[in-house]
């Protein structure tokens, strides 16, 4: 089973865990490029089960008004993309879980993310948000 983790928006994070071998086999940013994550998504799902787990921006819970102003600015197009990864689950009968945004690790460091998962090819914040959605799961 490979778990996708997915950090919707504007820039798309996506990871692949390999539950079995429990280690990640990809990590990528689609930069305003949705359709090309969906391509890719779609061809794993030819070689293995898959799930998506998904950050769900509608339960982000603002912990300052600046957080929720920045937040707020880009909320349009990550909750369009969130539904977007959820209808296409749900077409495709793919296991989807929606997960709250402050529910995992979230915005690490490089350096504290390589620490935690051994990682070491390039990554960015995204492909971290993503990563973090499924590691050792």
């Not at 504290?112 to 990563?131: L, M, N, P, Q, R």
């Amino acid at each position: 089973m490979l778990k996708i983790g997915i950090d919707p928006g504007v820039n798309t994070g996506i990871a692949v865990w390999d539950a079995k071998q429990k280690m990640f086999l990809a990590i990528n940013t689609y930069k305003h490029k949705l359709h090309s994550a969906l391509y890719y998504i779609d061809n794993l799902r030819l070689y293995a089960p898959i799930e998506i787990v998904c950050e769900n921006p509608n339960t982000f819970i603002p912990f300052n008004a600046k957080a929720s102003h920045a937040r707020r600015q880009g909320a349009g197009s990550v909750k369009r993309d969130f539904s977007f990864w959820q209808d296409y689950a749900e077409d495709m009968g793919i296991k989807f879980t929606a997960t709250r945004l402050q529910g995992s690790l979230k915005k690490l460091s490089k350096e504290t993310f390589v620490k935690y998962t051994g990682w070491k090819s390039k990554v960015d914040e995204h492909g971290i948000d993503a990563a973090m959605l499924v590691f050792n799961s």
